[in-house]
Every structure is written in C-alpha cells, then in structure tokens.
C-alpha cells in the first residue's frame, strides 16, 4: 500500500503563492494517479487537482483552474500543488489522495480515494 504524507501549508496574504507536496512512502506511487482534495470549514471535501502517473494529464476544479498547478517528480515520490494568486476562500485543509488503479484525472471527481494523507492547513488572510 501506499502511504501519503503533506506538507507545505501554511499561513498567507491574499494574492501570494504556497506549494503543497506529498510524499509518498513505496515506490510503486509512480504507477499511481495522483490527485488534491480540500475541505473548508462548515463545507463537504471536494475535488481541487489531479495528474495522470505520468504527468502528462491533468485535470482542474474551475475554482482553481488558472491559478493552481499540479506537478509530479516520480523519482522523488512526490506530487505538488503549486498555488497562485490565493483568495481567502482558498483556505482549507489540503488532502493528497489516490487511487489503487489507473483512473483518467477528470475521473477523480467521481471515483473514491484508495489512499489519503492527514491533510495540511492552508490559510489565506485578506
């Protein structure tokens, strides 16, 4: 199995940038799609960015699509999120997730997660 662990996260100033990883602990994660949940206070989790386990597919929420970037490095196990231009309702906790199979980026919307992390704040001040 695999194990995830986030990192990153942190407090910022509207309009600022952070970047997200999550390390995973076996080797095998390079055969793994890979994807960022969030969940805000008083709200439901919900789908925020995936990539393919290659890297050459990704999929975006239109929440952040523009201002977000997801990115993959499988000789270092990780997976980032690279946040722009952050908006106070960007603060969330932010979970690294997925799946056991092979699932296209757009599907991680609808299919559930095999694998979570314990998730890392992030808090944006206006």
């Known amino acids: 199995q695999v194990r995830l662990v986030e990192s990153g996260g942190g407090l910022v100033q509207a309009g600022g940038s952070l970047r997200l990883s999550c390390a995973a602990s076996?080797?095998?994660?390079?055969?793994?799609?890979g994807g960022w949940f969030r969940q805000a206070p008083g709200q439901e989790r919900e789908f925020v960015a995936a990539?393919?386990?290659?890297?050459?597919?990704?999929y975006y929420a239109d929440s952040v699509k523009g201002r977000f970037t997801i990115s993959r490095d499988n000789a270092k196990n990780t997976v980032y999120l690279q946040m722009n231009s952050l908006k106070p309702e960007d603060t969330a906790v932010y979970y690294c997730?997925?799946?056991?199979?092979?699932?296209?980026?757009?599907?991680?919307?609808?299919?559930?997660?095999?694998?979570w992390g314990k998730g890392t704040l992030v808090t944006v001040s206006s």
């Open positions: 997730a997925a799946p056991k199979g092979r699932i296209a980026p757009m599907d991680f919307v609808h299919y559930g997660m095999d694998y």
């Open positions: 076996g080797r095998t994660f390079s055969r793994y799609d």
């Open positions: 990539i393919s386990w290659s890297g050459d597919s990704t």
